[in-house]
Each structure stands twice: as C-alpha cells, then as structure tokens.
C-alpha cells in the first residue's frame, strides 16, 4: 500500500526542503512538491496531511544503555535527588509501596554528589543502612562508574578490609578499617550481582514499555549497550530480543553494542556464538553491531583517566578500566573478524591510548571497520586535530554539558575545558561526530541534546552566549548529527538518516519548526508523529 505525507516541510538536506512524501512497502520512493506527489498516489494511496509542520528523518541514538532504562522505569526514582536523605526517603517510600519488588534486595540508579545541597560527599554504608539493614541496598551514582552499597551487601560478599581488591575495581575502606560501600569501576558489578535479577518475563515487558516511551520522543533508531552490562547472560538476551522483533511487536530499529568479561568469551562469540550464527538480514530492525569496550571512568566521579591530575587532588589521575595489553588484544581479534570497535573514554589520556590502540588495528592504514570514541569529552587541540585525520568516529552527548560545564574548568583547569567537548572543531575539521545521550545517564529526549548542541546553555539559558560558544554548531548540523552521521556509525548511511528515495521511511513530525524557532525552544519540540519503516508507531493526541 502506498503513503503520501504532504503538506509538510519536509527536511532533506541544508537549505533543501520538499512539501510531499511518497512511501510504498517501508521506503520512501519519492520527494518532492505536494502536486508532483500526490499526482503519483493513485486512489488506494494513504494521504496523511501534516498541517504544515516540519518532517525531519527520524533521530538515531548512536549510543545508550536501552534496557537499562527499562529497569530505571521499574525502580525507585533518585534521579536528581538533591541530598542523601531525600535518596534515602525516596528508597523506603518505593520500598513500602511496592515490597514485591524488594524482597530480595533494592537496586536504583541516579544519585549524583554535585547536586546534593547538604554535604557533597559519596553516600557510604552507613547512609545506605538506614534504608535496611535486611537485605542488600545496591545505588548507582548516575554515571554507572561508582555504586554505594549498605553494610548487608558487603557481608553477602564476604569482604573487609584486609579482603584483596576486584579485577579492574576497588571497594574503598573506611576509618574504621572495614568496607564503606563505595565501590569503583568493575567491582561495582560485583556488588549489583547481589541483587535478584528480573526475569526475561518482566525484561520483555519493560523492552516494549521502553520503546513506547522512546518513540514518542521521536527515537526511530537506538544503538544500544545492553548485552554485557544490563544483560550478563548474552544468549538469554539476544534470545529474547529476537522474539521481539520476530513477532512484530517492535516499535524502533535497535543495534546491539556489546560488552564481554573476557577475550575467551569473545573469542566464543565471533567463533560460534551470536556473531557467528549470522541471523541478522541486512534490512531487518535488529542488528548486530560493534564490540564496546570501557577506557576509563567519568569525570563527576573523578575515574576518567587524565594526563594531569584532577584539581584538588594530585595523586589522582582517574581509572584505566581495560588494560592496555588486554585492549590490544580484543581489538586485534575485532579486526581479524571485521568487527567494528567503540569505546567509553572521557578523560584525554583514555581518548589518546584508544585512538594509538585503533591506529594499531587499522586496515591498510585506514579506519576502515570505523572505530569509535564513546563520548570524548576531555580534549586538547591536538587531539581534536588527530581524531579527525585518522578519520575515527566520535558517538558524543553534547546533553552531558548541562551538568559538567558546573565542574570541568574545576577539575581540570580553563585551558583543557576550553578545548574540550568539542563538537563544533570536529565536525569543521571533517571528523564524523554522532548524537546520543548515553540514556538513562540522560533521559533519552533528543531534543534537550539538540539545543545543547546549538546553544551550549544549560535548561535555564546559562551561561549567556553560551559555554565555549565557538563549539556550538548549527541545527542542521545537529539534525543531521543525530540521522545521517548515527547511521554512518552504523554503516547505513545509503538507507538510512535522509528523507530521500530509496531510504528506510523513518521520520519525526514535529509540533514546531526546529530550523527557525529561538534555539532555546528546540528542547521543548514534541513529536507529533514518529514513523518507522513506514509504518505509524506513536501519535500524539
């Protein structure tokens, strides 16, 4: 059956626009005039008048943490909280109001010591007692790199003080000598292990939830990192994805990123696991895509890896994660597969042995399977300069600005913030920099991240002119971060991320025009239909 949007403006590269749009079996067949198109519709055709608003590609997250959401959506909400005790009234009001979901243990992510009024310091065992002593109490800062933990988590691990540290991860001690329930990096996957997983039962459930809820943001695609970190056990997971999506009931495309504990276990899966079964078609909504490795930490926790010390704190240089012999290795196995690598490095000194470790796995020389950096925050001109010449991939959340330009020129000085979080000189430099929000460290809204992007001012329009403004870049270019260059990412840039014959019909009608609005009303755009393959999966009104 054949589509027709018309009487739209419809967005389909710098400066070009169209009035019409003509779909036929999940493609877009034609662009052009509202007469040229509806000529072609034929009286069978569907006609969907969109009012005179503005229709843009639909908006790909290159890179978030999707099933993760799920469970934020499942849990008791400390997002934001503004102090311990408010975390911790939160925590037993969830707790009283739904006991089914804690019998076993309470599990929630979002806290964040910078925002705390009262005393900005890491909650410890003894906050977290006060929420229960009787079973383990397991909270991620929003991060993900720090969890704080009660005093029942630590005696289920059996550790104190004299206990060795975990692989690529501490547990802090207190004055007392014994654990304080701060733990860092992979030992806080130690930690979260205690707590009662959901069942794939409930995990489908809270997939389709999520979906809903992400295309009425105008999400069409996600590039996801779920297998490895929310999902441990990788069968079950793409187990259940597959029955998702082979049943029809997806909403949007999703692009696994995933993490494994050891080379032997990815070794497995590029040999007779997942990655060998070859069970993706090319067009299908689920696809399988890189390996994601972690670097370093991130900055609000003081873990992301840097050349100078933090401010404040001369011993402290943040966290190598992966290893360097151990990064080599997995990396040199992806390039003996063809696999494409992305990897989670914020700090410059993790940004500078990622990209030596990709220049190391390069084909004849060249990016070819398009490694990337996952979010590349702290920068210097030369680095900025080197990651485009090498033609490495930047998945950046300009959104992560809103919160860090309170604490970068603090912790690591004016001159290297002044050069950091610098999307604006890497994409004019040439260098392919996509958009995501690394969700749920940020909501997964693409249009808060958009206005960041343009106008570098928090939600309250601070600072005036905008933080660094010389990295602000325009709508167009942050549209089409957000499309065309997140599927370039995902080697889909011929079908994928333009309103253009012979791509996947994917497409967001917004409620206002993005390209002319005041640039600070574009984190306020609401979808008023989201489009994916033709086919209308949220509408709203």
Same mark, same amino acid.
């Given at each position: 059956?054949?589509?027709?949007?018309?009487?739209?403006?419809?967005?389909?590269?710098?400066?070009?626009?169209?009035?019409?749009?003509?779909?036929?079996?999940?493609?877009i067949?034609?662009?052009?005039?509202?007469?040229?198109?509806?000529?072609?519709?034929?009286?069978?055709?569907?006609?969907?008048?969109?009012?005179?608003?503005?229709?843009?590609?639909?908006?790909?997250?290159?890179?978030?943490?999707?099933?993760?959401?799920?469970?934020?959506?499942?849990?008791?909400?400390?997002?934001?909280v503004?102090?311990?005790?408010? =975390?911790?009234? &939160?925590? #037993?009001?969830?707790? !009283?109001?739904?006991?089914?979901? @804690?019998?076993? *243990? +309470?599990?929630?992510?979002?806290?964040?010591?910078?925002?705390?009024?009262?005393?900005?310091?890491?909650?410890?065992?003894?906050?977290?007692?006060?929420?229960?002593t009787?079973?383990?109490?397991?909270?991620?800062?929003?991060?993900?790199?720090?969890?704080?933990s009660?005093?029942?988590?630590?005696?289920?691990?059996?550790?104190?003080?004299?206990?060795p540290?975990?692989?690529?991860?501490?547990?802090?001690?207190?004055?007392?000598?014994?654990?304080?329930?701060?733990?860092?990096?992979?030992?806080?996957?130690?930690?979260?292990?205690?707590?009662?997983?959901?069942? =794939?039962?409930? &995990?489908r #459930?809270?997939?389709? !939830?999520?979906?809903?809820?992400? @295309?009425?943001? *105008? +999400?069409?695609?996600?590039?996801?990192?779920?297998?490895?970190?929310?999902?441990?056990?990788?069968?079950?997971a793409?187990?259940?994805?597959?029955?998702?999506?082979?049943?029809?009931?997806?909403?949007?495309?999703?692009?696994?990123?995933?993490?494994?504990?050891?080379?032997?276990?990815?070794?497995?899966?590029?040999t007779?696991?997942?990655?060998?079964?070859?069970?993706?078609?090319?067009?299908?909504?689920?696809?399988l895509?890189?390996l994601?490795?972690?670097?370093d930490?991130?900055?609000?926790?003081?873990?992301?890896?840097?050349?100078?010390?933090?401010?404040?704190?001369?011993?402290n240089?943040?966290?190598?994660?992966?290893?360097?012999?151990?990064m080599?290795?997995?990396?040199?196995?992806?390039?003996?597969?063809?696999?494409q690598?992305?990897?989670?490095?914020?700090?410059?000194?993790?940004?500078?042995?990622?990209m030596?470790?990709?220049?190391?796995?390069?084909?004849?020389?060249?990016?070819?399977?398009?490694?990337?950096?996952?979010?590349?925050?702290i920068?210097?001109?030369?680095?900025?300069?080197?990651?485009?010449?090498?033609?490495?991939?930047?998945?950046?959340?300009?959104?992560?600005?809103?919160?860090?330009?309170?604490?970068?020129?603090?912790?690591?000085?004016?001159?290297?913030a002044?050069?950091?979080?610098?999307?604006?000189?890497?994409?004019?430099?040439?260098?392919?920099?996509?958009?995501?929000?690394?969700?749920p460290?940020?909501?997964c809204?693409?249009?808060?991240?958009?206005?960041?992007?343009?106008?570098?001012?928090?939600?309250?329009?601070?600072?005036?002119?905008?933080?660094?403004?010389?990295?602000?870049?325009?709508?167009?270019?942050?549209?089409?971060?957000?499309?065309?260059?997140?599927?370039?990412?995902?080697?889909?840039?011929?079908r994928?991320?333009?309103?253009?014959?012979?791509?996947?019909?994917?497409?967001?009608?917004?409620?206002?025009?993005?390209?002319?609005?005041?640039?600070?009303?574009?984190?306020?755009?609401?979808?008023?239909m989201?489009?994916?393959?033709g086919?209308?999966?949220?509408?709203?009104g």
């Open positions: 059956m054949k589509i027709i949007l018309h009487n739209a403006k419809v967005y389909v590269e710098r400066g070009v626009f169209a009035e019409a749009v003509l779909i036929e079996d999940g493609l067949q034609a662009v052009g005039s509202n007469e040229e198109i509806l000529s072609e519709a034929g009286s069978s055709a569907e006609l969907i008048d969109c009012g005179g608003k503005t229709l843009i590609p639909g908006l790909n997250d290159s890179h978030m943490h999707f099933m993760q959401l799920g469970e934020t959506r499942n849990q008791a909400d400390i997002d934001g503004a102090s311990i005790d408010e =975390m911790i009234k &939160r925590c #037993r009001s969830f707790m !009283e109001e739904h006991p089914e979901h @804690v019998k076993n *243990g +309470l599990h929630a992510i979002g806290w964040n010591q910078d925002l705390f009024t009262d005393e900005q310091r890491l909650p410890d065992r003894h906050d977290l007692d006060r929420i229960s009787e079973i383990p109490v397991v909270l991620e800062r929003v991060c993900g790199h720090i969890v704080s009660n005093t029942k988590a630590i005696e289920m691990l059996g550790i104190d003080g004299n206990s540290q975990f692989p690529d991860g501490d547990f802090l001690i207190g004055e007392d000598g014994y654990p304080n329930g701060i733990f860092t990096a992979n030992a806080c996957n130690y930690v979260k292990a205690l707590i009662p997983d959901f069942t =794939m039962e409930e &995990r #459930r809270m997939l389709i !939830e999520t979906m809903e809820y992400a @295309v009425s943001c *105008g +999400l069409t695609s996600v590039q996801s990192n779920d297998v490895g970190t929310t999902f441990m056990d990788g069968p079950a793409f187990a259940m994805f597959h029955d998702v999506y082979d049943s029809g009931e997806a909403l949007l495309r999703y692009r696994h990123q995933v993490c494994f504990n050891d080379i032997q276990q990815f070794e497995q899966y590029l007779e696991g997942e990655f060998a079964k070859g069970k993706y078609g090319a067009d299908s909504w689920l696809t895509g890189p994601k490795l972690f670097k930490g991130s900055l609000g926790a003081r873990t992301a890896l840097m050349k100078n010390s933090y401010a404040g704190d001369p011993e240089h943040g966290l190598e994660w992966i290893k360097p012999d151990e080599e290795a997995y990396c040199q196995l992806a390039k003996k597969y063809g696999l690598v992305v990897t989670h490095c914020i700090g410059d000194m993790a940004v500078e042995k990622t030596e470790c990709y220049e190391r796995a390069f084909i004849d020389g060249e990016n070819k399977l398009r490694h990337a950096l996952v979010h590349c925050q920068t210097n001109e030369d680095l900025i300069r080197r990651i485009a010449e090498k033609d490495i991939l930047v998945l950046a959340q300009p959104i992560f600005l809103d919160y860090d330009m309170c604490i970068v020129e603090e912790l690591c000085g004016k001159d290297l002044s050069t950091s979080y610098a999307f604006g000189s890497l994409h004019r430099m040439g260098a392919h920099v996509s958009y995501g929000t690394d969700c460290v940020e909501n809204n693409p249009f808060p991240n958009i206005c960041m992007a343009v106008t570098r001012k928090n939600k309250a329009g601070q600072p005036e002119g905008g933080f660094y403004p010389a990295e602000c870049v325009d709508v167009y270019d942050a549209v089409d971060a957000y499309t065309a260059e997140s599927a370039y990412a995902e080697f889909m840039e011929d994928k991320g333009r309103i253009k014959a012979g791509y996947y019909a994917d497409m967001v009608l917004l409620d206002r025009d993005i390209f002319t609005i005041d640039p600070m009303e574009i984190k306020d755009i609401q979808p008023d989201t489009m994916v393959g086919r209308v999966v949220y509408s709203r």
